[in-house]
Nanobody, 133 residues
């Protein structure tokens, strides 16, 4: 099973930036580019919500509407790592951010589709992002 480790979270002032990383490992009979990687976030008492995803095979991405223009997802397949660059952060972006993996990639992420959280197979432990006003 694929293992995922998030990093890059922290405390930042409103308007600041953070770059989250999701490092994947544990590939035995498949490869990193067989997967889609999704970023989700969750605050206490609320459901986990999707942020963005990328099909690492072809680089196709999907962004939730209210993330567009502020967040950018990218993939370094040589390093089995997906990044989420977050700019112009707002206090309402405060959450634990998780990455998840699903295979085959196109079933989880395409230009028009971002699979709901409950369908993704492997999850990281999360990284806390706190944005102060």
């Amino acid at each position: 099973e694929v293992q995922l480790v998030e990093s890059g979270g922290g405390l930042v002032q409103a308007g600041g930036s953070l770059r989250l990383s999701c490092a994947a490992s544990g590939f035995i009979f498949d490869n990193f580019d067989d997967y889609a990687i999704g970023w989700f976030r969750q605050v206490p008492g609320k459901e986990r919500e999707g942020v963005s995803c990328i099909d690492t095979e072809d680089g196709v991405t999907y962004y939730v509407d209210f993330m567009k223009g502020r967040f950018t997802i990218s993939s370094d397949n040589a390093k089995n790592t997906v990044f989420l660059q977050m700019n112009n952060l707002k206090p309402e972006d405060t959450a634990v951010y998780y990455c998840a993996a699903g295979r085959p990639g196109r079933a989880y992420c395409s230009g028009r589709y971002f699979g709901p959280a409950q369908t993704w197979k492997s999850w990281g432990q999360g990284t806390q992002v706190t944005v102060s006003s």
